[in-house]
């Protein structure tokens, strides 16, 4: 029996942990074909690959849903990639007029809009507020203790939202309800003036998402604040950005330089067309999470001491590399992978090894990796983010 071959028409497609060379062997075992067709290069891992590198990706399709009326949430903690200690993810979805309820966190929280429209408010610690409509691509960023809402527009929506913290849950937030709960109502009633029976349809629990009316145009719902408006916008449209283009592909960077009240979340959303890669690299500021928005490819990281391991990634999955290991991302599908690096720090920094290569006295690299000027001639001084070269191909490698 050859690596994986059926019969067109008939016998379908069962791929085997076997290399060209023969290495390796037929499962007859009970196995998960499916997930096995979706991993390739774990079923059979580059050559490259060696030594022990933990477990580096997770998608949202393998975390449990959290249903309300009104939308559903789901997210991505150190519970589910241990690894991920600086960053924790949820993605969230609101129907047209659900709510995520006026609550805070003591982590920074920074959300990119994946499709429809939504309202954002949030009030800051000297009573200057902010109510704003968003869209896809855009971002919003609140920092650490300051109380806002979500509310999904005509379209509804869906975003992701970051923290700055791992072992973050959106589960465990501190919220509007489930502090009224648990506060007497004789408080309540000398904290705001009126009657306890003023409170006596109050909920019982943290409410989190519900179900409430599509809100009238944002004109009708701005709140005039005595004390004015935040001093530094909440929100950033990314895709207005003019991104930087090669070869290949783009990337719009947005950290504290261009969206300043982000000063503990920075990121890049890249973009790799088929038969690019995002070149090797590594980050020397923080660990990197990403989050892939479309496509499919695969993912190497050098971990130093002779281990690598190569992970297949696909829309809808969480990527994280350690802090400084190198790493690259090839597009191994017919469809442009969009996805985002997102970061624990103010600003976005990355190191290219074909720069650092060509900025170093080319003598000592030619000694150091024995090549010629074949290869010396054309390492580049500038940047390229994504590269793509004409005749080169990174489609799936044969088996």
Known sequence: MDNSEGIPGRTPYIPQPIRPDGAGGVDRGPRDIMRDLQ?????????????????????????????????????????E???????????????PGGVRELHW???????????????????????????????????????????HSIQGLEDGCEFLLVFDDGHFSDLNTLSISDW???????????????????????PSQQVYIYQDHV???????????PYGTIPLTFKHSLLAQEPIRTPGGSVRIVDSSNFPISTQIAAALVEIQPGAMRELHWHP???????????????????????????????????????AYGHY?????????????I??????????????????????VASNLNIGPETLDVLRKEKWPVVKYPGFSYYPRPR
């Open 39 to 79: 991993n390739p290069d774990m079923l059979v891992p580059p050559v490259t690959d060696a030594g022990l590198v933990p477990n580096l990706r997770f998608s949202f399709s393998d975390t449990n849903m959290t249903l309300n009326h009104g939308g559903w949430s789901r997210e991505i903690t150190i519970r």
């Open 81 to 95: 990639l241990p690894i991920a200690t600086t960053i924790a993810g949820v993605n969230m979805s609101l129907t």
């Open 105 to 147: 966190h003591q982590q920074a929280e920074w959300s990119y809009m994946l499709l429809g429209h939504a309202r954002i408010t949030a009030v800051d610690q000297d009573g200057r507020n902010f109510i704003a409509d968003v869209g896809p691509g855009d971002l919003w960023y609140f920092p650490p203790g300051i109380p």
């Open 180 to 202: 009224f709960a648990h506060t007497p109502k004789d408080v309540l009633s000398a904290n705001f003036g009126v009657p306890a029976e003023a409170f006596s349809a109050i």
């Open 215 to 225: 809100p009238g145009p944002l004109s009708s719902q701005q709140v005039q604040s």
């Open 285 to 323: 500021n923080n660990d990197e999470w990403q989050y892939y928005l479309s496509g499919q490819g695969r993912m190497t990281v050098f971990a130093g001491n002779g281990a690598a391991r190569t992970f297949d990634v696909r829309a809808g999955d969480v990527g994280y590399v350690p802090f």
């Open 329 to 341: 991302i090839q597009n191994t599908g017919t469809e442009t992978i969009w996805f985002l690096e």
């Open 343 to 364: 970061f624990k720090s103010s600003r976005f920094q990355d190191v290219s090894l074909n720069q650092w290569m060509a900025l170093t006295p080319r003598e000592l």
